[in-house]
């Protein structure tokens, strides 16, 4: 898994790349109440706001962690966003078609990400 300075994780599964957010941006967001999806098929660049998360404390945006096409998005969050809060690792919000899987070489790796939450 890869890791984004916006609490972003990534992970490659076969030639698409799944996005979620981590267990420590879970826990800052608090009980998360409402989710709004991106429609497949957009095309995204890097830094995008793709999807809103609504939580008791604040709402919240999820940027595109990298240019591509969304292929798929997770329609259980819509009904029951407290499986973000349940399982962080497990509750994906997107998935997304990138040129160059290369490009997640730059990201953060879990050892680099816990460094970085401190």
């Not at 916006?6 to 109440?33: F, N, P, S, Y």
């Not at 999806?37 to 990298?66: F, H, Y």
């Not at 969304?70 to 399982?87: S, Y």
Request: charge should be negative; include cysteine; charged fraction near 30%.
């Amino acid at each position: 898994m890869k890791y984004t300075k916006e609490h972003e994780w990534l992970r490659v599964d076969g030639d698409v790349v799944v996005v979620g957010i981590t267990a420590h941006a879970a826990e800052q967001l608090g009980d998360v109440v409402f989710v709004e999806l991106p429609e497949p098929e957009t095309q995204v660049v890097e830094g995008d706001e793709v999807c809103v998360i609504e939580s008791v404390k604040a709402a919240s945006d999820i940027l595109a962690p990298l240019d591509g096409e969304i292929v798929a998005v997770n329609e259980k969050l819509v009904k029951a966003p407290g499986l973000v809060n349940e399982d962080p690792l497990g509750a994906w919000f997107f998935k997304m078609k990138v040129e160059d899987l290369s490009v997640l070489d730059d990201l953060m790796d879990e050892d680099e990400y816990a460094d970085f939450i401190g």
